[in-house]
């Protein structure tokens, strides 16, 4: 049933009551996304050729509104979009939970569905910001481009606080990475999560700082290093800060960026195994047979 149109004599009897679909056409996926630009970015980075075959996209519409639904695989792993009315997502969710281990982004609103499909041993309210051309305000430093070469380095020195970091060399010549050293050691490195070229937005990340080398603004090189390349050719750039951490907060302020809402992170756990999921998508098959979709109706 991917990208068939819903019937047009579809009309939800209450809002309780959803038509499920996958969505495979680019189009009409950054129709839905661009409004909510600034949150999408990461999804409509996988909208990019090379990462939309490895993408699942789903929506759900009803009465009051539709909600849209990614599940990406990458190299650093699964991850999982919600963007929508909390009502939609969960039809959904209970059809197309996603796959067992993944790294959640939502927002605040969405929380206590995603809950309910999910355990959530760490959950983080970020803040996001965003920066363009005309808002960037670069620092001068010494930063140099990092590629696949460095990524023992770059493991390393993320391992410097005792997590682990497993990053390939194919991650990092995908990504734009930059890194700061001091006498030929690594010091401080910024990346991004994805970059949309055709949409001219990045998502930047993966900062950090040996904890040794911290407070000499090392990170506001790298970070601002990896923006301007961004903004060389593209609108704007974003990121997610943890809002408590405020000398991070006045580095990404000093570059230019500013918070334009929260939004959550964090790795999640699914709850079901499947077999749940299997039964309802079977039975919400038949139900909205008629329509070429699956119909979900929500328990008040």
Request: with cysteine; net charge positive; glycine share 10%.
């Amino acid at each position: 049933m991917t990208d068939r149109p819903l019937h047009r004599g579809y009309v939800a009897q209450a809002k309780s009551e959803y038509l499920v679909r996958r969505l495979g056409d680019r189009e009409q996926l950054l129709s839905l996304l661009s409004p909510h630009r600034t949150y999408a970015a990461y999804a409509i980075g996988q909208l990019e050729p090379h990462l939309f075959g490895r993408s699942e996209w789903w929506v759900a519409r009803g009465a009051v509104g539709q909600a849209l639904y990614l599940n990406s695989h990458g190299g650093l792993g699964d991850a999982l979009f919600a963007l929508g009315p909390a009502d939609a997502l969960e039809a959904i969710m209970m059809l197309h939970p996603g796959p067992r281990h993944t790294f959640l982004t939502c927002q605040p609103h969405h929380l206590e569905v995603v809950q309910r499909h999910y355990v959530l041993p760490e959950v983080y309210e970020m803040a996001r910001m965003r920066v363009d051309r005309q808002t960037f305000t670069p620092v001068a430093g010494d930063a140099r481009r990092l590629s696949g070469r460095d990524v023992r380095r770059i493991n390393r020195l993320y391992r410097a606080e005792g997590t682990p970091a497993f990053y390939t060399a194919q991650n990092i010549d995908d990504a734009v990475y930059y890194g700061a050293c001091d006498d030929d050691q690594l010091v401080a490195v910024a990346g991004t999560h994805v970059v949309a070229t055709s949409q001219g937005i990045g998502v930047i990340g993966n900062v950090f700082t040996n904890p040794r080398h911290r407070g000499r603004g090392w990170g506001t090189v790298v970070t601002s290093a990896v923006t301007r390349e961004l903004l060389s050719s593209g609108r704007d750039a974003v990121l997610s800060v943890d809002p408590g951490n405020e000398r991070a907060v006045r580095a990404y302020r000093r570059l230019g960026f500013r918070e334009v809402g929260r939004i959550i992170e964090g790795p999640a756990v699914r709850r079901d195994l499947g077999f749940t999921a299997f039964v309802r998508r079977q039975l919400a098959a038949i139900r909205g047979r008629r329509y070429g979709a699956e119909l979900v109706h929500l328990s008040a």
